[in-house]
């Protein structure tokens, strides 16, 4: 079925760390529009709400859509009356970015409430202006006593499952929304451009799920408009709207944000794909989520348009964000004895060694977008992430994370763990060296979670190279569960500022804490 959500009444809703003043009377624009509609006698509207991304101490990047031309401006305030505003003149948003604009924020006091509110006005005519929409985010602080509290999760209509009106669309964001997190890690998986919806799926029960319908859904994206439209769906979501103007996030990609398992040079051999060449889905996509997400160093010079990054969020935390999409080798059977390449490529391995190296912080969470030692297959033969079910010495892509993880143990880099999403199921995964065939480095851990709104899978084989122990799993016993059998899942990484104890809890949609692990600070390995 298609429809336009529809908003409440604009009010005001108190939460932990200040409020939210949702504009929330704005009507989204017809479900499955391509391009905003010109109506000359309207104002600018920004329907799809607001984001902010990579917030730091003192910096964020401020997100919005407009449904025609538009100069984006931006007031920010220590307060919801916003005396004393601050004004941040935007871009002017057009067709070139599917209306989309960011605008960075700088020079923002640390540990601080910020309350912001985004008005598009007619280029034309300055006096016109559409209605404010409101959020707010927290900077990182710059006291260590202050704690940091952040969740993370990935896997976003998938297999079919899309928003369903009959279970109050993807409930699990307002369910994160309430426990009001510092930020949100989005570990890929955003879209599933590969993935058509429906109207409606019969379950397994003889229930019937009904999805919202978009033009762009209706098939496999190939064109840019296409891709646009993927990323627009998610935003039909009051849920996620919500969640977006109360909680920042930090973003990356995985191969369904393209196509499923894509590698850079991939020619398909799929009959849905009038365009072949995966390089071309890539680059079409990769300007989408550009247009969609608030990622700083995709709206930056410096950042030379790429995806991994490290967002610093003050003296307790690091978040190294990789990209084990955009520069891996061929997926193979993984055997090879010698591999530069791997899953990084050469020259993001540098980048991270030395990023981690120059680290000061407490904690250095790597958000990987897919597991090491959990064995996920591409095909036959080939394999999809690092492991590749032979537990033996490294071998292909193992060769390189068997480098990065000697190297964090030589240089006594202290606080490292691993979070991730990608296989539709929560994990928590101890790799040691005692049970390892490879075994020059130092204890860690690695925890999976997700989906938020997808399918569910069994979980996956681990291989033995790194010597993971599975300390806990929750997965079903049977392929692509929809999320109206079964609750979605998503981490929570609550640091705290006196002990500087970690700890991870691996969270069902509902509110039960399924497994909880504190790590103490200061340690090579865990």
């Keep these: 079925m298609s429809y336009a959500p529809r908003f409440p009444s604009p009010a005001r809703r108190s939460v932990l760390r200040g409020s939210l003043a949702a504009s929330a009377a704005l009507a989204l624009p017809a479900v499955g529009a391509a391009a905003p509609a010109f109506a000359l006698s309207g104002r600018p509207r920004a329907a799809w709400g607001v984001q902010v991304g990579d917030v730091t101490s003192s910096s964020a990047l401020v997100w919005v859509r407009s449904d025609r031309p538009a100069r984006m401006i931006v007031e920010t305030s220590a307060t919801e009356s916003f005396r004393r505003a601050r004004t941040w003149h935007g871009p002017l948003v057009g067709s070139g970015t599917d209306f989309t604009g960011t605008t960075p924020l700088y020079g923002l006091p640390p540990g601080e409430q910020v309350h912001y509110r985004v008005t598009l006005a007619d280029p034309h005519d300055p006096r016109r202006t559409g209605e404010p929409v409101h959020g707010t985010f927290r900077t990182a602080p710059a006291r260590r006593r202050d704690g940091v509290r952040f969740l993370w999760s990935g896997d976003i209509a998938g297999q079919g499952w ?17 426990l009001d997190p510092d930020f949100f890690l989005c570990s890929g998986d955003n879209i599933y451009a590969d993935g058509v919806i429906e109207p409606s799926v019969t379950l397994p029960d003889g229930r019937v799920w009904r999805n919202v319908t978009t033009e762009e859904k209706a098939k496999v994206a190939e064109t840019l408009a296409e891709y646009r439209g993927n990323f627009r769906y998610n935003l039909l979501d009051h849920n996620l709207r919500e969640f977006n103007a109360q909680v920042p996030s930090i973003v990356q990609w995985d191969d369904h944000e393209v196509r499923n398992n894509w590698y850079p040079g991939q020619i398909l051999d799929d009959a849905r794909y009038t365009e072949k060449n995966v390089d071309v889905l890539a680059a079409r996509s990769m300007r989408a989520f550009r247009e969609y997400f608030p990622v700083s160093t995709l709206h930056s010079a410096s950042g030379e348009g790429r995806m991994h990054r490290v967002v610093r969020h003050g003296p307790l935390l690091d978040v190294f964000v990789l990209d084990m999409r955009t520069f891996r080798n061929a997926n193979s059977p993984g055997r090879q004895p010698d591999d530069t390449t791997g899953i990084l490529g050469a020259e993001q391995l540098r980048w991270l060694k030395h990023e981690l190296s120059r680290s000061r912080a407490v904690w250095k969470v790597i958000a990987a977008d897919m597991p090491l030692g959990l064995v996920v297959t591409d095909g036959a033969t080939d394999f999809e992430a690092v492991a590749q079910g032979d537990p033996g010495a490294p071998l292909g892509r193992e060769l390189q994370i068997a480098e990065l993880l000697r190297y964090i143990k030589h ?116």
């Design 162 to 178: 899309g928003i369903n009106p009959d279970i109050g669309g993807y409930a699990v964001y307002d369910e994160m929304r309430r």
């Design 411 to 526: 240089r006594r880099i202290t606080g490292t763990l691993w979070l991730t999403a990608d296989v539709h199921y929560t994990s928590a995964q101890h790799y040691e060296p005692e049970r390892a065939v490879f075994k020059d480095f130092a204890p860690f851990w690695e925890f999976v979670s997700g989906p938020l709104a997808a399918g569910q899978f069994q979980a996956n084989a681990l291989d033995a190279t790194f010597g993971p122990d599975r300390v806990f799993v929750r997965a079903p016993d049977r392929a692509n569960v929809s999320p109206m059998e079964s609750p979605q899942y998503f981490g929570e990484v609550d640091i705290d500022g006196d002990s500087g104890e970690l700890t991870v809890r691996l969270r069902a949609q509902g509110g039960s804490v399924l497994f909880s692990k504190v790590l103490q600070p200061g340690r090579v390995g865990q």
